[in-house]
C-alpha cells in the first residue's frame, strides 16, 4: 500500500512507528481508518494537526516518490480548503485497499487449506468413497455416527476428537495396497472437504440437524409473546 521497493520506506517507518497506530512500540495487528488518517495527516503537517488542507499539498508535493504519494496527490481536490473531506477520502481508501487485502489473503488461505487437505487425504488414504459405502452398508454404524454427530451439533463447540475418535476407528485408513483409480478420486473429495475446514462443517450439521428435527429452541421472550 505505501511502498515499492525503497520508495516509501522512509514514510513506511514513520507511519508504522507513530504513537497513534503503534502506541506499544511495535507494529499492531489492526489499525482503524480513523487511526490511519490521522497518523497521515500529522505526519504531513509536521506533527501537528491542521485545521485547512492549505499545508498539505506542498508537503507532499516534496515527498520522494512512492504508491502513497500517488494515492495521496490523488485524493486532493482543486480549490479545497476543507481537510474533513480530504481526511473522509483518505479513510475511505484505505478501508476499500485493505478490503482488497484481505480477499487477496483468504484467497491464499484457501489455496494453502486445499493444498493441505490433499496432503492430508493422500498421506492417509482418507477416501471419502469408502467412506460413504462403509455407511452405506452398515446401518448400526450409521446410525451411531448419525447420533454422535447430533450430539455435538446441538453444543456450542465443534467435536472434540475423544467424541469423534470411537467412529473413526470402524473406517480403513492408510495404503495397505496400490493405489486405485477409485482411491485417488475419493482421496481428492476428502481433501476438498478437508479444505472447508471444521467451522464450514460444523455450522452445515447444525443446520443438517434443525432441519431434520424440530428446528432452534424459541427463546424465552418469543415463546412467552
Known amino acids: 500500500m505505501l511502498?515499492?521497493?525503497?520508495?516509501?520506506?522512509?514514510?513506511?517507518?514513520?507511519?508504522t512507528g507513530h504513537p497513534i497506530i503503534a502506541p506499544a512500540g511495535s507494529k499492531p495487528s489492526y489499525v482503524a481508518a480513523s487511526q490511519f488518517s490521522t497518523a497521515v495527516i500529522q505526519l504531513l503537517s509536521g506533527g501537528n494537526m491542521p485545521s485547512l488542507l492549505a499545508p498539505l499539498p506542498l508537503t507532499v508535493s516534496n515527498m520522494p516518490k512512492s504508491p502513497f504519494k500517488s494515492v495521496v496527490v490523488g485524493l486532493f481536490r482543486d480549490g479545497e480548503a476543507d481537510l474533513s473531506n480530504f481526511e473522509t477520502?483518505?479513510?475511505?481508501?484505505?478501508?476499500?485497499?485493505?478490503?482488497?487485502?484481505?480477499?487477496?489473503?483468504?484467497?491464499?488461505?484457501?489455496?494453502?487449506?486445499?493444498?493441505?487437505?490433499?496432503?492430508v487425504a493422500y498421506l492417509f488414504q482418507v477416501n471419502a468413497i469408502a467412506i460413504a459405502y462403509t455407511l452405506w452398508t452398515d446401518p448400526k454404524l450409521r446410525e451411531q455416527i448419525s447420533d454422535g454427530a447430533a450430539n455435538a451439533a446441538a453444543g456450542d463447540q465443534p467435536p472434540s476428537l475423544d467424541q469423534v475418535w470411537p467412529a473413526l476407528a470402524h473406517f480403513q485408513f492408510g495404503w495397505e495396497t496400490g493405489p486405485t483409480w477409485s482411491a485417488m478420486v475419493g482421496c481428492l473429495i476428502s481433501g476438498v472437504a478437508i479444505g472447508l475446514?471444521?467451522?464450514?462443517?460444523?455450522?452445515?450439521?447444525?443446520?443438517?440437524?434443525?432441519?431434520?428435527?424440530?428446528g432452534p429452541v424459541p427463546n424465552k421472550a418469543n415463546s412467552q409473546a
Open 89 to 119: 477520502r483518505l479513510q475511505t481508501w484505505f478501508d476499500q485497499t485493505m478490503d482488497r487485502v484481505s480477499g487477496t489473503y483468504k484467497r491464499l488461505s484457501q489455496y494453502l487449506s486445499f493444498g493441505i487437505g490433499l496432503l
Open 3 to 15: 511502498t515499492d521497493g525503497e520508495n516509501g520506506l522512509d514514510f513506511y517507518s514513520k507511519l
Open 197 to 214: 475446514g471444521a467451522p464450514f462443517w460444523f455450522d452445515l450439521l447444525q443446520k443438517f440437524v434443525s432441519l431434520r428435527g424440530t
